[in-house]
């Protein structure tokens, strides 16, 4: 019974949640849509003609504001392990990150051409475990940042949501080793409730 109560407290607020109305009236897939578009108002990642890479991207939001940004001259590679409504200007990768084929393939779709953004809203089924949470989450951004270092542009940036925890600052270390500056971010989007954080890391060196 505790549980049923639980839930229905969650929907009530998330039904009013400011965002997902917003997201709403201005057809974005969901409320992540804001916690990139105050990011990029803040630090201006995004710009026109740019390739960019989301990964972790269903069911769409980043995707949809990436594209709206670098517009026609650019490129956005969007890729998810879950399915995702196709979006103009996006070509959708439906494949597990954690698996070969998928690096392989983002490779493939790049072309050779030059990549200057990598964003990573990954995050794994949560199972309500933190220790066990954080440590997934932590080895997903890893996955992530090894992808950007192989395939970034120099002086390219990289944008990934973590969890805080145990791991974060070794990881927040092997950030500040890859590119010229990091810095935290903590969306209004992002609910008070969620330890999630966004590491964005500007120019690879």
Avoid at 39 to 65: C, E, F
């Amino acid at each position: 019974m505790k549980r049923a109560k639980t839930s229905k407290a969650w929907m009530k607020q998330h039904v009013n949640d400011y965002f997902v109305q917003q997201a709403k009236k201005e057809g974005y897939r969901s409320r992540a849509a804001y916690k990139l578009l105050e990011i990029n108002a803040r630090d201006h990642i995004l710009k026109p003609g740019m390739t960019v890479v989301d990964l972790g991207s269903a069911p769409g939001s980043w995707s949809q504001v990436a594209s709206n940004k670098v517009g026609s001259s650019g490129k956005v590679i969007a890729l998810d392990i879950l399915a995702m409504q196709l979006l103009p200007g996006v070509h959708f990768i439906q494949c597990d990150f954690r698996e070969d084929c998928a690096v392989a393939e983002l490779k493939k779709q790049l072309h050779d051409r030059p990549l200057d953004l990598v964003i990573s809203d990954m995050s794994p089924n949560i199972s309500g475990i933190v220790i066990s949470d954080q440590a997934r989450s932590i080895y997903l951004a890893e996955l992530a940042l090894t992808f950007a270092m192989e395939q970034l542009n120099y002086g390219g940036n990289f944008l990934v949501k973590v969890f805080q925890g145990r791991d974060f600052d070794q990881f927040l270390l092997e950030m500040r080793k890859s590119f010229k500056k990091v810095v935290i971010r903590k969306p209004d989007a992002s609910r008070d409730r969620s330890n999630e954080l966004y590491l964005l890391g500007i120019g690879k060196q």
